[in-house]
């Protein structure tokens, strides 16, 4: 679907670091002076802070779970809505086995509103994901008696600061930032056409005086112009549109200016002469009538000139834009004809800036984090396997917590760079006050309402445009980065297509296909599974009926508790994180 994969391109486009949205924080943000809680910081960016609850609140929140109860409970001796007092309504829960279910769901209440404001207003801290209380709420309520002071011990992960590390010998840690990474040379042919299309435009005319001269190549002159359709015997037939004649029509004549054969037609021509000239129109004409169709044209010289291309000089640069000089007008043409060119292997780029990113910088990750992330690649794995043709029921029936868990434990290394080189460019981004203009962001708005009005699929604009802006923002930080780096840049041509060695690879590929089709079965799921202590079941996705597909290629079957040698430096996470955990055991082969 068109707007999944808008989405899937933003969350990874040009490096893996840009697969988190931005999180709005002033990381500058000097902490509250403590107050009625106290802070003790854990690993992993968590930490555990003491509130002390005075005895009008827990008095209060007891309450208030007694009252709400009360307007909805029957018990005998009350009618419905009347104020029932606590001691009747412990008794009536104790009843059905929950004698602490009150208090307990008062200390919770206290929880969800002390525990934001504790973080925020007095600890200068952003919570993420959801504080637990450090002993379980029913022990605590067991101890509990409304109306007398609480403690609570909370345990919660909060949004993590970086740490500079100092660099020897640079203004900012993050400048002169080191790595090596491939791509192709520079294509000179390109600079070359761009450089003399360049001094085209600068070309000096002279008018030919001797009315003998034959018009060369090189040479400029001035036509009327005069065309009909050529019939199937070559003559002149319906008269083209005023669109495709003209007076007073200047041609330069040089190879692929114009439609094939009037350059060749007017060559050897003088002025004063008509010529007929026989051409064809290009193919990708807009006006289709006329698109690759051939006809004729009676072409009168009006004038000549010869025309003469200026040498690059630093007096020309001036020309072109003033303070410019030879050397450096071919540099900025260098790198404009080299940017489309560069846009392949910014990816490779961005890897390599990510890497010595990562290595200036110290953040400890919340555990939440990772959790959220290893589940989206988790479910985005799963998914591609329905997608290749692994029927639901096989899907849902594999794969269980544990394996979940499994799974987490193998990405989190590359979700922890991620996130670190994700908040580190959010980081220069504000530092350095790079910012994307506003159209910028529309055009890739536009882009993606037409892809969704085509495919008649709703999405959420707002959610869309964040993404859009942050990818472009980090890309933007990426660019600032490159350009302050000391890369090193291996340039390799590319490598040649062997049709030959992809028709037996594919040949290879069916066979084992075939083989691994009768002997065996893949298992695996789409669920999103729990991964804390407490687990808690996912939503069911909707079922989807699987079209019949052909089967993907399977590993060749191995011998009960052999492990295939693999190599590993060359897979994607996902597939380092597949391949690992079929090698454990926890999916079936």
């Not at 709400?68 to 009618?79: A, D, K, W």
């Not at 109306?147 to 010998?169: Q, R, T, Y």
């Not at 042919?189 to 060369?216: M, S």
Request: net charge negative.
């Amino acid at each position: 679907m068109k707007i999944r994969g808008v989405l899937f391109t933003l969350a990874l486009l040009s490096s893996s670091s840009e697969a988190f949205v931005p999180h709005q924080v002033a990381f500058a943000r000097a902490p509250a002076a403590l107050e009625a809680s106290k802070l003790e910081r854990l690993p992993d960016s968590a930490v555990k802070v003491t509130i002390t609850v005075p005895g009008a609140a827990s008095k209060a929140a007891f309450d208030k779970v007694c009252n709400e109860l009360s307007r909805t409970v029957t018990i005998p001796g009350f009618r419905k809505g009347a104020k029932i007092p606590p001691q009747v309504l412990e008794n009536a829960m104790a009843g059905k086995g929950g004698r602490y279910a009150l208090r307990t769901q008062a200390i919770n209440e206290l929880l969800g509103e002390l525990i934001e404001p504790a973080l925020k207003d007095e600890h200068g801290l952003e919570p993420i994901g959801q504080p637990t209380l450090e002993k379980d709420a029913e022990e605590i309520a067991k101890n509990f008696k409304p109306g007398e002071d609480l403690e609570l011990d909370v345990l919660c992960d909060v949004w993590p600061d970086i740490k500079w590390k100092e660099v020897e010998g640079q203004e900012k840690p993050y400048f002169g930032l080191k790595g090596k990474y491939s791509r192709k040379p520079f294509d000179d042919t390109k600079f070359n056409k761009a450089l003399n299309d360049l001094l085209e435009r600068y070309a000096q005319l002279a008018p030919i005086e001797d009315k003998g001269h034959e018009l060369q190549m090189g040479d400029s002159c001035v036509v009327n112009m005069e065309g009909w359709m050529a019939t199937e015997d070559g003559e002149k037939g319906e008269a083209l549109p005023n669109a495709a004649s003209g007076d007073r029509v200047e041609v330069v004549l040089g190879p692929g200016r114009y439609m094939t054969g009037l350059v060749e037609g007017l060559v050897g021509a003088k002025v004063g002469e008509t010529k007929v000239v026989r051409v064809s129109f290009p193919e990708a004409l807009k006006d289709k009538s006329l698109a690759g169709k051939p006809a004729i044209f009676d072409v009168t010289v009006l004038e000549a000139s010869t025309r003469t291309l200026p040498e690059l000089t630093d007096e020309f640069a001036e020309k072109v834009r003033p303070g410019l000089t030879a050397e450096s007008l071919k540099e900025e043409l260098r790198k404009a004809v080299d940017s489309e060119s560069a846009k392949e292997f910014k990816p490779a780029r961005n890897a390599a800036i990510a890497k010595a990113l990562a290595d200036v910088m110290e953040v400890d990750v919340p555990d939440t984090l990772v959790t959220n992330q290893a589940r989206e690649k988790f479910a985005m794995m799963m998914t591609d396997m329905r997608n290749s043709g692994v029927p639901d029921e096989e899907i849902k029936n594999q794969i269980k917590p544990e394996n979940f868990l499994k799974y987490k434990k193998i990405v989190r290394d590359d979700i922890i760079k991620d996130f670190k080189v994700s908040m580190a460019a959010d980081e220069i981004g504000r530092m350095e006050q790079i910012e994307v203009p506003d159209y910028q962001v529309e055009e890739q708005m536009e882009a993606i309402k037409q892809d969704a009005a085509e495919s008649k699929e709703d999405f959420d604009e707002a959610q869309i445009r964040a993404r859009v802006a942050s990818t472009l923002q980090r890309e933007a930080v990426m660019d600032f980065l490159a350009d302050n780096a000391d890369l090193e840049v291996e340039f390799t041509e590319g490598e040649e297509f062997d049709e030959a060695l992809m028709e037996q690879l594919a040949q290879e590929s069916l066979q084992r296909e075939e083989e691994a089709r009768k002997s065996q079965e893949g298992e695996f799921s789409v669920e999103t599974v729990a991964t804390e202590p407490q687990t808690v079941d996912p939503e069911p996705e909707p079922e989807v009926v699987a079209k019949e597909a052909e089967p993907e290629p399977q590993p060749e079957a191995m011998a009960e508790g052999e492990t295939a040698q693999r190599d590993y430096s060359t897979m994607s996470v996902e597939e380092k994180a597949y391949y690992s955990l079929l090698d454990s055991g926890a999916l079936d082969k």
